[in-house]
């Protein structure tokens, strides 16, 4: 009997939220969807573990005893192929101000993001899933 295999080919959707305080994922209402994602750049990448292994004298070629000493780091990576200032604004910070722009003579009035000034820690809930509907979720990322 052949097992279904699950696979995780392909991104249909990733959606973010703010950190629920209490822990865990905020509620599928409080996700949305920033833009859709440019082909191509959307991963997701785990590192191994780092441990520390602890020989004895008696038998050096293999540890009695490893220790994690650090989770490998596990990371969702994705380039927004499309964005807006309110979307800028959500992830940023920042402020929007509207100013006039010449381009080949012709002055325009374009609403224009402005970024804060201080460094930006973003700290986000991130909901990745596929085109078969597998989903990674990551409550603080």
Avoid: H
């Avoid at 703010?18 to 994922?25: A, I």
């Avoid at 038998?59 to 490998?72: A, Q, Y």
């Amino acid at each position: 009997m052949d097992k279904k295999k699950t696979r995780s080919i392909g991104l249909k959707k990733a959606m973010f939220g703010d950190v629920n305080p209490e822990g865990g994922m905020p509620s599928a209402e409080n996700l949305l969807q920033l833009g859709n994602t440019l082909k191509g750049t959307a991963s997701f990448n785990t590192e191994e573990d780092s441990a520390q292994d602890f020989y004895s004298e008696e038998n050096g070629s293999t540890p009695e005893e490893s220790v994690l000493t650090e989770p490998g780091l596990k990371q969702v990576k994705l380039n927004l192929m499309e964005w807006d200032n309110e979307t800028l604004k959500k992830v940023f910070g920042g402020t929007t101000k509207t100013e006039d722009v010449t381009v080949e003579g012709k002055t325009y009035s374009v609403e224009k993001f402005v970024a804060p000034k201080d460094m930006v820690t973003v700290e986000m809930a991130v909901r990745v899933i596929s085109l078969y509907n597998v989903c990674i979720d990551i409550p603080r990322a």
